[in-house]
């Protein structure tokens, strides 16, 4: 089993893990490429490698859809290859035994990730075996896989593919899944994390699991991850949950760094409605990139490219866009630029010679005016009006019959007005997040709102103590005072 080394293919690793493992399959192992040492893909001296070790089939996860070159070199050394991936076919698909992918053929929902697939599969050969009366699966309990899902929804908020349609159900199930897992590795990071695991919410998966999943990759060895959702020995499962968060707690911090560095450059480089901004710094490390450009692409629209350079010393990215237009589109418009790209509408990842570098900024800004793109995320844009009296549980309750939430399907918006503005407190590391006390200026009543990682400027109208003001905010759980509290979007002026 051959996967990626994110939060996608990890769990899809370990989706088939536990498929093989339950119908009494043990000739088979998890391997993992290292983030820095050989990026993504389908490598061939990994290849060489898994031959020289006697195997003969692999099985990709969230990976494969274009590596024809890889499969056919598996081919020549005696291995079959079996592709599951859900990236867009940019090119012929590689000739190998099958290749499983949504957006191939007429598949009714296209927009599944790579451990969803991996699923399928998992899904489709129980079925084959028990319509063939073999043994392995007829002992297998009718309906045993749906104890997968908790990897599938884990992986579908973690790769930001859209929740909508199949991902919807998926993320909803998995989600029950995961409030019952009985996974070591989930209790372990729950415990130390301090999340109720029988209320765990799309939210907790994208801010407190995933980051430790992924940190795993960004800072250690993937198999790190891997190992923890797999283990069954909670012993094992604790040192490995909080050896994740100390290598979270480090990426964190040097994030933090290239986050406040790249802000420096952009407001030096660029204009506020500045379509496509590419900065990049050869001791920024590609495998956080991805988190930075996020951070950037928070405070705008657009796109957002950051790139580095990795342990090998080939320079690598990441982008991030509003999807105001689709990367993938952006990357092949501007195909010529890269010396490899891949990814999805929200986010891709490239390599580039270290002479287009230069003039990558120009190339991408070039091909997205070609794509003629359009600023489609207005901060002023919102769902529905509500006073501050009417931020309620009956109404957090309401509104949480339409989750999960998440790409597609974002977090109703409220505009909030008749307020004051009563106090306004910078916190965290570096003051980075903002909070403010607000009270209606009609029946005094009163809530809280934060925003990480913004400041006062950062709202279309600054927030001031004993000022009128009107918000734009979503209802959030209060984890650190419990109950409610708003979550900002942006700031107006009064109306």
């Given at each position: 089993v051959y996967a990626d080394f994110d939060c996608d293919g990890i769990p899809g690793a370990a989706v088939l893990s536990d498929f093989f493992t339950k119908i009494g399959h043990a000739n088979f192992e998890v391997y993992l490429p290292h983030r820095d040492r050989e990026g993504y893909g389908l490598h061939k001296d990994a290849i060489r490698e898994l031959a020289e070790r006697g195997t003969t089939l692999i099985i990709t996860v969230d990976v494969g859809t274009n590596a024809q070159e890889p499969v056919r070199y598996a081919r020549e050394l005696g291995i079959d290859t079996i592709?599951?991936?859900h990236h867009e076919i940019t090119g012929a698909l590689p000739d190998c035994v099958a290749v499983l992918n949504p957006k191939l053929g007429s598949y009714p929902f296209r927009e599944l990730c790579g451990a969803a697939v991996a699923f399928k599969l998992a899904q489709a050969l129980i079925i084959e075996g028990k319509r063939m009366n073999m043994p392995r699966f007829t002992a297998t309990p009718t309906g045993w896989e749906k104890?997968?899902?908790?990897?599938?929804?884990?992986?579908?908020?973690?790769?930001?593919?859209?929740?909508?349609?199949?991902?919807?159900?998926?993320?909803?199930f998995g989600l029950k899944v995961l409030q019952k897992s009985q996974r070591a590795g989930i209790a372990a990071l729950c415990d130390r994390l301090r999340l109720r695991r029988s209320s765990l919410t799309e939210d907790?998966?994208?801010?407190?699991?995933?980051?430790?999943i992924n940190a795993a990759s960004r800072m250690d060895e993937p198999d790190l991850a891997f190992q923890l959702l797999t283990t069954t020995d909670s012993n094992e499962a604790d040192k490995l949950a909080a050896h994740l968060e100390s290598l979270n707690a480090r990426r964190k911090s040097v994030v933090a760094g290239v986050v406040k560095q790249a802000r420096r450059n952009v407001s030096a480089r660029y204009t506020q409605d500045a379509r496509v901004v590419v900065l990049g710094d050869p001791e920024w490390k590609p495998a956080l990139l991805g988190l930075a450009a996020n951070s950037i692409l928070a405070e705008r629209s657009g796109i957002v490219c950051l790139w580095g350079r990795d342990a090998t010393g080939r320079l690598k990215g990441s982008c991030r866009s509003d999807g105001s237009v689709s990367i993938t589109e952006l990357f092949s418009n501007a195909s010529d630029a890269f010396e490899e790209y891949g990814g999805h509408a929200f986010s891709g990842g490239f390599s580039v010679s270290h002479e287009s570098v230069h003039t990558l900024g120009e190339t991408l800004s070039r091909a997205a005016e070609a794509l003629e793109l359009s600023k489609t995320r207005d901060a002023r844009e919102h769902d529905a009006l509500a006073t501050l009296p009417e931020i309620s549980s009956a109404l957090f309750g309401e509104v949480s019959r339409l989750a999960p939430f998440g790409i597609g399907n974002p977090k109703p918006v409220f505009q909030v007005c008749d307020i004051i503005v009563t106090g306004v407190r910078r916190f965290g590391r570096d003051s980075a997040h903002i909070e403010l006390q607000l009270e209606c200026r009609r029946t005094g009543s009163r809530a809280r709102a934060f925003d990480f990682f913004r400041s006062p400027e950062g709202f279309t109208h600054a927030p001031a103590e004993g000022k009128e003001t009107r918000i734009l905010a979503t209802i959030e759980r209060d984890s650190y005072r419990g109950g409610l509290a708003l979550r900002l979007v942006d700031m107006l002026k009064p109306a």
């Open positions: 592709v599951t991936d104890w997968l899902l908790d990897m599938v929804a884990i992986a579908t908020v973690a790769d930001m593919v859209p929740l909508v349609g199949e991902n919807r159900a998926l993320v909803h907790e998966i994208a801010f407190s699991i995933a980051p430790r």
